[in-house]
């Protein structure tokens, strides 16, 4: 059955859960080739937030941990160390001849279409024994949809309930195209059973928390709770959180974080991409 499909309806108690430790990350340890396979290269955006930085790397471990005789690494684009130019400078110092970037974004907006794109070209420039090639961004997917519908169940609260609503929540973009795609998958998702699904951004001109949670109210809705649509802490995620404490939701789900699903689905990108170049 599908992340999409509907699903028995049971109601169980709600929480809210604590924030993640902001425990600073382990450093990250450079690794050489492995076998024949590119790199995969992981790129997350980046916060001053050390718990960002944290999640990151236990996302790696997991992707490390499903598939042990890959070589996988993490860069940011902004923020966070390393970045990804001098991720690409030591691969190709270490000997490495082919590389995978897989986007950690939840949507195909301007960090996507323009940051990652304009770093590997320049990458391509200045490094030229390196083969470096792009994956999709992670989003959206129902896999996504998986993963959040897990996180909402350490909140108690169990999919396709129909007196809940959820407010996504994500970063938030002003690329017109990725927020349809938010959108869609909102809509999607309100599918399966929900009283009703309401995207909610901490950026780019909202709506915001309250504004969602009382749309859902509108339609129905008995409670309501916040799904996360982030993949780690930060300035932005904290910002929905406090939207769900002013607005005093019935619970809050953490953030996807290095959920099983997530790890998968970086894993599917890479050989998306991979398979494709090995076939051309």
């Known amino acids: 059955m599908s992340a999409m499909a509907a699903r028995r309806t049971t109601n169980r108690p709600v929480a809210v859960l604590p924030s993640h430790s902001s425990t600073p990350p382990t450093r990250q340890v450079f690794s050489s080739t492995v076998g024949h396979q590119p790199a995969l290269v992981a790129v997350a955006h980046g916060s001053r937030d050390p718990r960002h930085a944290q999640t990151v790397t236990e996302l790696g471990a997991?992707?490390?941990?499903?598939?042990?005789?890959?070589?996988?690494?993490?860069?940011?684009?902004?923020?966070?160390?390393?970045?990804?130019?001098?991720?690409?400078?030591?691969?190709?110092?270490?000997?490495?001849?082919?590389?995978?970037?897989?986007?950690?974004?939840?949507?195909?907006?301007?960090?996507?279409?323009?940051?990652?794109?304009?770093?590997?070209?320049?990458?391509?420039?200045?490094?030229?024994?390196?083969?470096?090639?792009?994956?999709?961004?992670?989003?959206?997917?129902?896999?996504?949809?998986?993963?959040?519908?897990?996180?909402?169940?350490?909140?108690?609260?169990?999919?396709?309930?129909?007196?809940i609503g959820i407010v996504l929540g994500a970063a938030g973009t002003s690329d017109p195209a990725a927020r349809r795609q938010i959108e869609q998958l909102a809509a999607e998702w309100a599918s399966t059973g929900w009283a009703g699904v309401a995207c909610a951004y901490a950026s780019a001109g909202g709506p915001d928390v309250a504004t969602a949670a009382n749309q859902l109210k509108r339609q129905g809705a008995d409670r309501v709770v916040l799904a996360p649509y982030v993949l780690a802490p930060g300035i932005l995620p904290d910002r929905l959180f406090a939207g769900a404490r002013a607005a005093r939701l019935d619970a809050v789900a953490p953030v996807l974080g290095a959920a099983p699903e997530v790890a998968s689905l970086i894993i599917e990108r890479y050989e998306e991409i991979t398979l494709l170049t090995a076939s051309a």
């Open 62 to 163: 997991a992707v490390r941990g499903r598939r042990v005789s890959l070589q996988v690494e993490i860069a940011y684009l902004d923020l966070s160390e390393p970045r990804l130019p001098d991720m690409l400078r030591r691969l190709e110092a270490a000997g490495v001849r082919q590389a995978t970037a897989v986007p950690l974004l939840l949507a195909p907006a301007y960090h996507a279409k323009t940051d990652i794109p304009r770093a590997l070209r320049r990458a391509r420039h200045d490094h030229p024994r390196l083969e470096v090639t792009a994956a999709r961004a992670l989003g959206p997917s129902p896999v996504l949809v998986t993963a959040l519908e897990r996180r909402l169940r350490e909140a108690g609260i169990w999919p396709g309930d129909p007196s």
